[in-house]
């Protein structure tokens, strides 16, 4: 590659190697005969890198492959052969491209437009170093493309360096070549190269322009300056009828400037220099300027073409301050109307209406009386098109808003204008409106009641015109990007937050009843009685417009105490919000039993096509969730059927033994948690009849009784916890009166003591 081979440095004095001892760098070219290795060196042999060592050690022959271009090979010398083992000489030895041809009578340097243009053979990877003053660089020849049999190349330089060629000069190396203080360069002949065999001289210097496009002669106090773009290549100038004369690099005119408007500048240019005509090249152009009585420029940046509401501010100073309703301004004959005239500092500035103008370059002039008179100041200006204003709308749950809200102000980010300008947003009546903000982005809010399509209008703007006039609108111009106008609908916080309410509550109680809210995430535990007066309030009255319509999902489940759902009960809905001023209220059903649970879940709908940043809501989880149990009480009595079976009496000997089938009802007294829950040990008493079936004693006497029963016993629920068909597991210790025995002596032999396991279903009772 170009650039791998290619090592040029600015500056010509780098040192070639950390050796205390100055290393002379070979460069010959690629394939080219033996070079000599200095006067009283022999090689003292190791790698070569492909270099062939010849006459001795005396000569070294440069490679033929193309691979080697660019390298670098240090290589050990000494005076002979048998020094070597003691030298610490050393040669560099590096294979340069085959040199390039230059047509040296084709060589054109353009200044201007920053280029030098040669002709000849062999050109690609030929570089070409510059220097301008304190101004240097370099450029590579990549691409030169064939004309006629003849290669042609360009090579870029700085623009706006200098047409005085001993000022700017040129110097060439071929592909490979390392510029140093110590580098001695050979041709393919093997003879060395003085180093003016380098040098570049162009045989013409090509100008495109002398004076700025918005020259003029300023000539209020009798005598003006010209700014010259190259007065260097400048060697002398007429300006009939004016007199005028090259000073220190600038063109001082001189004359009687009431009697004329214009004058035609005659430069006569240095050797070897010329100005482009077209397809000419003229050594003498003529350059025609306006000359001014006054002092007037042109302050508010370039004008925009082909814009119908286009303006420009000048700035008069001199006399022509001191009065300027006096002037009248015109451009190509015709009269601009004066806008603004606003004095400061000494200044006047003045803004005037130039309206649709197309072409590259316009001249204002400034004319005191009637049409014949003359003007006595002029400014000129380089016409450019608009600059494309992109903007963007941004909130802070989106970079890149794609429609103009309605209902809350948005931030309006807009490109760069150009140096010392910039946009400003325009409002469109009954559109949208627009905010100013001091040193931050502008805001942007739709009509309530715009409907459609619209543009952005910006105000072109510039920061360093005086206040009063910085606000000025130079040109209008619009973002071609058409946007809708709607709703903004953004996430309103549930659970609300330390400065703003909650815009969803669930409530029980009010009236007669002590009014309690829930709070989010924890249970709350009201009293049943409470069950009919629990519902889920949406505050609308405390929804800001600002926030939209909200879209909410919203549930409702019903628990009995064993958890499973009260299908009936269940609500699951979307729920659409907008702004008002009364809550709307959503009614708990379904609460039957106590210690029945309310659970509601209230989330925002996660649709990105209707929440702005819908996409970042979290999904499968509520935003907001709200749990109740209705029933206070903490201990309940209760019957239940049970039919034990495998108890156990304990008694005299007559009425001991197995109760293998019994069935009876008890009552139950148990304590219950905050949660509905019993107990497992609970107070028991209740009628059975036991021994139903084959129950006999030990000593074989029929079990079958009645009795009343008290004591205590241990129940699981298994089904329908806390409900009428609860069923449970239970085991019981109780002491038994029988009731149909017959007793001869003590009352004591109709006692018993019962233990064992039954299962009971039933659950009716109340709770307190």
Not at 154 to 177: C, E, I, N
Not at 494 to 510: H, K, R, S, W, Y
Request: hydrophobic share 40%; net charge negative.
């Amino acid at each position: 590659m170009v650039w791998r081979h290619t090592l040029l440095l600015v500056s010509l004095s780098i040192c070639a190697s950390a050796r205390a001892e100055v290393v002379d760098v070979l460069e010959a070219p690629l394939g080219g005969r033996p070079i000599p290795l200095g006067e009283g060196r022999v090689s003292c042999g190791g790698d070569t890198g492909g270099w062939d060592i010849e006459a001795h050690g005396q000569r070294a022959k440069p490679p033929s492959d193309d691979a080697s271009v660019g390298a670098v090979i240090e290589l050990k010398v000494a005076p002979s052969q048998a020094a070597c083992t003691e030298s610490e000489t050393y040669v560099h030895l590096i294979t340069i491209d085959r040199l390039p041809a230059f047509d040296l009578a084709s060589v054109l340097f353009s200044p201007d437009e920053g280029r030098l243009d040669v002709e000849g053979a062999r050109l690609k990877g030929a570089v070409v170093a510059w220097k301008s003053g304190t101004n240097s660089g370099f450029d590579t020849c990549r691409d030169p493309f064939t004309e006629r049999a003849v290669e042609k190349c360009t090579w870029g330089v700085a623009k706006g360096a200098s047409a005085d060629l001993s000022v700017t000069t040129f110097q060439w190396y071929p592909r490979g070549a390392r510029v140093e203080a110590n580098a001695i360069f050979f041709d393919a002949q093997g003879k060395r190269l003085p180093p003016e065999t380098f040098s570049l001289v162009p045989a013409r210097v090509l100008l495109t322009r002398l004076v700025p496009a918005d020259a003029s002669v300023d000539l209020a106090t009798g005598q003006g300056e010209v700014p010259l773009v190259h007065p260097e290549a400048v060697g002398s100038a007429e300006c009939a009828p004016l007199s005028c004369e090259m000073s220190d690099n600038k063109l001082l005119v001189r004359g009687a400037s009431s009697l004329v408007n214009t004058v035609d500048v005659k430069l006569r240019l240095i050797p070897h220099v010329y100005m482009m005509r077209k397809d000419a090249l003229d050594t003498q152009p003529t350059v025609r300027m306006s000359v001014n009585h006054c002092p007037m420029a042109l302050v508010s940046g370039p004008p925009i073409r082909n814009n119908d509401d286009a303006k420009v501010v000048l700035k008069l100073d001199g006399s022509c301050a001191r009065d300027p309703s006096t002037l009248r301004f015109a451009m190509r004959d015709q009269p601009l109307k004066v806008l603004q005239i606003q004095p400061d500092q000494g200044s006047t500035y003045v803004l005037v209406q130039i309206g649709r103008v197309g072409g590259d370059t316009i001249s204002i002039s400034a004319f005191r009386g009637d049409v014949e008179s003359i003007a006595i100041a002029s400014a000129f200006a380089q016409l450019r098109s608009a600059p494309q204003v992109r903007a963007s709308l941004s909130l802070a749950h989106d970079a890149n808003l794609g429609f103009i809200p309605n209902n809350r102000w948005t931030t309006v980010n807009v490109s760069p204008a150009g140096e010392h300008q910039y946009f400003a947003l325009l409002p469109i009546e009954g559109v949208y409106r627009s905010r100013e903000q001091h040193d931050k982005p502008a805001l942007i809010k739709a009509e309530p009641h715009a409907a459609g399509l619209t543009v952005l209008h910006f105000g072109l703007r510039s920061d360093r015109l005086p206040a009063g006039l910085d606000s000025v609108d130079l040109a209008i111009v619009e973002d071609p990007l058409q946007r809708a106008t709607a709703e903004a609908n953004i996430p309103a916080p549930i659970e609300g937050t330390d400065d703003i309410a909650p815009l969803v509550e669930f409530m029980c109680g009010g009236g007669d009843e002590k009014l309690q809210r829930i709070e989010i995430g924890v249970t709350a535990y009201l009293d049943y009685a409470l069950r009919d007066t629990c519902r889920v309030v949406f505050h609308r009255e405390r929804l800001s417009p600002e926030s939209g319509t909200q879209k909410l999902q919203f549930e409702v489940d019903v628990l009995k105490p064993d958890g499973t759902a009260r299908g009936d009960a269940h609500v699951g809905e979307v729920v659409t919000l907008r702004a008002g001023n009364e809550p709307r209220y959503a009614w708990i059903k379904g609460i039957t039993d106590p210690f029945d649970r309310v659970r509601v879940r209230v989330a925002h709908i996660t649709d990105e096509n209707h929440y702005i940043g819908g996409d970042e809501l979290r999904t499968g989880q509520p935003a907001a969730q709200w749990s109740a149990v209705l029933g206070a009480g903490r201990v309940r009595l209760y019957g239940t059927s049970t039919i034990p079976t495998g108890l156990y009496r304990f008694g005299d000997k007559d009425s001991s033994g197995v109760l293998s089938l019994n069935f009876g009802v008890i009552s139950r007294f148990a304590y219950l948690d905050k949660e509905g829950r019993e107990f497992p040990l609970a107070l028991e008493t209740g009628v059975l009849v036991f021994g139903v079936a084959n129950s006999y004693s030990t000593t074989n006497q029929n079990l079958r009784q009645v009795g009343v029963v008290f004591g205590l016993g241990f129940a699981v629920p298994i089904a329908n916890r806390g409900q009428v068909s609860q069923a449970s597991i239970n085991v019981h210790a109780w002491g038994e009166v029988n009731v149909m025995r017959e007793t001869k002596s003590r009352d004591i032999d109709r006692l018993g003591f019962i233990f064992g396991p039954s299962i009971s279903i039933g659950n009716v009772g109340t709770g307190f």
